[in-house]
């Protein structure tokens, strides 16, 4: 015996063994084994080292119906969980056999393993009924045979081969007869003729015995009685009908129509048709007769899953006393039409799926099945949308949903997919299954900026704390790796803002900074134009993902000035101490400075008599600058230009104009609200003499215009040295005659621009027909007279006399600022040729 077990144990390794390579695991264990007996060593047979089964979680899934196997955690292997019995789980069908999936997680990997459920002898033969009624004639000739229904044995195999004994019996013995389709016929054989006067009723024992070890036996009581005088039983024309019906015919419908025929008269031969079940024992069920016709119909459904083939035996009993009866077989073939839908099965689903998750990664383990046969149950499958994932076949019926193309939780964060499953039946049935995969995040996209460069208007003097912009940056991912907080990063300005060092250079995080969550760009404090025109700088968007991701915008920040400066007029030329006077806004303007001039009786109109310089530190509008006569109003005898600020003469002075003309002008800019400065301008009417007397004492003095106070005595001291002047001016008029033509024509063909230059606050003043423009620098301070010499923002409107050649041009260079001389006009620089020039010359007039 123990010769044998080990044979078998050995034939079951090699069988596994052979399996494995195959790519599938095969285990055979008997039915109705215990609770725990182990069928294999699943662990071992997978290759899983000790240990690794639990910690893998391996695992059973079992397809559409209960497994009663199941994994042991601890040891890995494959044990009875539940009452195996073979014919619950296979009926008749053989071999019986449970196609489980064994799942490995870490990584994910599926086998498939058969496990054989073999027969064993624990059903016994058994019969129909206890009892057999039996009814024969008592003229019933020695060898006629009565059919008997056999016993059934739900065992298969050799535990289902049945032999049949009989009690002992003169007069019967039995006969099994196997047919064409190798189906067995048991006849009770008459032996001897019967005397019903002599025994009326036979009472015979039927054993069925099967052919397991030890067998079993099931037994049925043949009650027999005789009958006298019909002697004749109905015969069919066929002993066997055979008949082929799709599954899904309908109830009602007409099957077939069977014949007998009964030799005797009268009633004897009157014929009643019944149905006698052989296989399965609830056929009465599914078919009926007609008891006068033998018309067969179909009274319940058919269904091929369930029952492929139908035994009837119908009997005809004659109405004979006592009745005879014949038998016949009718073999009803079930045919398949394809009537179910494939059935899709998810048995393992892994999500949510990163969205960098390599091409092949498998999501989800499908089961596939169809109960139909033939090309009604092969099952195609497929994937919809077709991406990104799809299916890989890996065993019968056995898919995997892997990933085809590279996902974008960006572009789609989940995907509603479809498994479809279609049969090969005409018309084919499908089904689907719907699965749920949702992307999860990872940190792939760094923050955007709306913009690669913002442009920025903020206005000068603004608080302290004011927003000036909001930025934004767009992150696509989600949660933190979406969460973006913002930074200045770099930037600057002042002098050394290219390099970002120097002693001027300032960062650009004391001027503004970025809120970290809503991106708001405020001001830390005033921005003042004089001192920043333009803040760039970078400001920086970081993600909180891991690693964390950044994007940066520039910030181009122009501050627009206001006018938050008022005129200023500069110091006399020739750095004398004469007063004069800042501005202030219109509403409220400076105390006028006094300054001073002379201007000779009968002097044309049109004489420049002085001019005011005045610089605005604003820019454009804000630095344009206008001139205004206040005092006097009306017509007077000067006028002032309104943008070159000289002061001429607005018509030919007389005597009745008094000695002394109070002149109040107003400087004003072009901003909203206008700024304004003042300065008051004494004019002393004289002789010519005197008037140049006292031009050539101010010029050598170095003084433009002379304060008001000490006025009168300036005159006594002028009208004293007149004769002395007068004679040097007669004396020296010829020669001077000569030397002002030369001058005169030097001045036509001298370049018309003179630049002078000094420290302090830079003033850059063009001239040109129009007017003249003035611009405050920072490094230098420049005048020049050209036509369309220079572009700059403010005009200052000046007369066009050439400027002269020779020392005055050198004068005028070396001087801090322009003069605010009578003659600062650029047409003559020495007194006496004023004096000439302004009677002789046309070109100063």
Request: some cysteine; aromatic content about 6%.
């Amino acid at each position: 015996m123990a010769v044998c077990v080990r044979a078998v144990v050995r034939v079951l390794v090699l069988q596994a063994a052979w399996a494995l390579g195959g790519g599938q695991v095969r285990y055979s264990v008997p039915e109705e084994a215990k609770g725990g007996t182990v069928v294999g060593r699943l662990a071992q047979d997978l290759g899983l080292e000790a240990g690794e089964a639990e910690a893998r979680r391996l695992r059973l899934v079992a397809q559409g119906r209960r497994a009663s196997v199941e994994v042991s955690g601890a040891s890995g292997a494959l044990v009875v969980s539940s009452r195996l019995d073979r014919e619950e789980l296979c009926g008749k069908s053989a071999p019986c056999a449970l196609r489980l999936e064994v799942l490995l997680e870490r990584p994910l990997r599926v086998f498939h393993v058969e496990v054989e459920v073999t027969d064993i002898n624990d059903n016994a033969p058994l019969f129909p009924a206890a009892t057999k009624n039996l009814s024969i004639a008592e003229l019933s000739l020695p060898g006629s045979r009565f059919p008997l229904e056999g016993a059934s044995d739900a065992d298969i195999g050799a535990n289902a081969q049945l032999s049949y004994t009989l009690s002992p019996s003169e007069h019967f013995a039995l006969d099994l007869q196997k047919t064409e389709d190798d189906t067995e016929s048991l006849f009770l054989v008459l032996r001897k003729g019967l005397d019903r006067e002599s025994l009326a009723e036979h009472r015979l024992l039927l054993t069925a015995r099967d052919g397991g070890r030890p067998s079993l036996t099931g037994t049925v009581e043949l009650v027999v009685s005789v009958l006298d005088a019909n002697d004749n039983a109905p015969q069919f024309n066929q002993s066997v009908y055979k008949v082929r019906l799709p599954e899904n015919t309908e109830m009602g419908t007409f099957v077939l129509r069977v014949n007998a025929t009964d030799l005797d008269e009268g009633s004897n031969r009157n014929i009643s048709y019944s149905l006698q079940s052989l296989f399965p024992q609830d056929g009465r069920d599914v078919f009926g007769i007609h008891k006068t016709s033998g018309e067969i119909y179909l009274r319940g459904s058919l269904d091929f899953e369930d029952v492929g083939v139908y035994r009837i035996q119908v009997d005809a009993k004659d109405m004979g006393n006592p009745p005879l009866s014949g038998h016949c077989k009718v073999v009803v073939e079930v045919l398949d039409v394809n009537d179910n839908a494939p059935e899709v099965w998810v048995t393992s689903l892994s999500v949510p799926v990163a969205e960098d998750a390599s091409v092949g990664t498998v999501v989800a383990l499908l089961s596939v099945s169809d109960r139909d046969s033939g090309a009604n149950g092969r099952v195609r499958c497929a994937v919809w949308p077709p991406s990104p994932f799809g299916l890989v076949a890996t065993f019968a019926g056995s898919y995997s949903l892997v990933l085809r193309e590279a996902l974008d939780r960006e572009r789609v964060s989940e995907y509603e997919v479809e498994v479809r499953a279609e049969d090969g039946g005409a018309p084919p049935l499908r089904a689907s299954r719907g699965l749920r995969v949702p992307v999860s995040d990872v940190n792939d996209n760094a923050p955007a900026f709306a913009q690669a460069v913002y442009t920025v208007l903020a206005r000068e003097n603004n608080a302290a704390g004011a927003e000036l912009a909001r930025l934004w940056a767009r992150d696509p991912d989600e949660a933190g790796n979406g969460r973006v907080s913002y930074s200045v990063a770099e930037g600057g300005a002042g002098a050394g803002a290219g390099s970002g060092s120097g002693p001027g250079w300032r960062p650009a995080s004391s001027y503004v900074s970025v809120d970290a969550e809503s991106g708001r760009l405020w001001a830390l404090q005033p921005l003042d134009y004089e001192e920043l025109q333009v803040l760039q700088f970078e400001v920086r968007a970081v993600d909180a993902g891991e690693p964390p991701l950044c994007g940066n915008a520039t910030v181009q920040l122009f501050v627009v000035d206001e006018n938050d400066n008022a005129p200023a007029l500069l110091p006399p030329a020739g750095g004398g101490p004469g007063p004069w006077a800042a501005g202030e806004a219109s509403s409220s303007s400076s105390s006028a400075g006094s300054l001073w001039a002379w201007a000779a009786w009968g002097a044309p109109a049109g004489q420049v008599v002085a001019k005011i310089r005045a610089v605005d530190a604003d820019s454009g509008y804000n630095a344009w600058l206008r001139y205004e006569l206040w005092e006097p109003r009306g017509k007077g005898p000067f006028r002032v230009g309104l943008y070159s600020g000289e002061v001429s003469t607005a018509r030919a002075l007389e005597e009745a104009d008094g000695p002394r003309q109070r002149l109040l002008i107003v400087v004003r800019d072009h901003g909203e609200p206008s700024r304004s400065a003042t300065a008051t301008l004494s004019v002393s009417l004289v002789e010519g003499a005197e008037a140049a007397l006292a031009a050539a004492g101010a010029v050598s003095a170095g003084a433009g215009l002379r304060p008001a106070a000490g006025a009168e005595g300036g005159a006594a001291a002028a009208a004293a040295a007149t004769n002395v002047w007068l004679v040097v001016a007669i004396c020296a008029v010829s020669s001077l005659f000569l030397l002002a033509v030369v001058l005169y024509g030097a001045s036509r063909w001298a370049p018309r621009a003179a630049v002078l230059a000094g420290p302090g606050p830079a003033t850059l003043v063009c001239a040109s027909e129009v007017g003249s423009w003035s611009y405050s620098q920072r490094q230098s301070r420049s005048l020049c007279v050209a036509d369309g010499a220079g572009k700059s923002d403010l005009m200052v409107f000046s007369p066009n006399c050439p400027p002269p050649p020779g020392p005055a041009a050198e004068n005028g260079s070396a001087e801090k600022g322009p003069s605010l001389s009578p003659y600062s006009s650029g047409a003559v620089s020495c007194p006496l040729c004023f004096y000439f020039f302004s009677h002789f010359c046309s070109v100063c007039r």
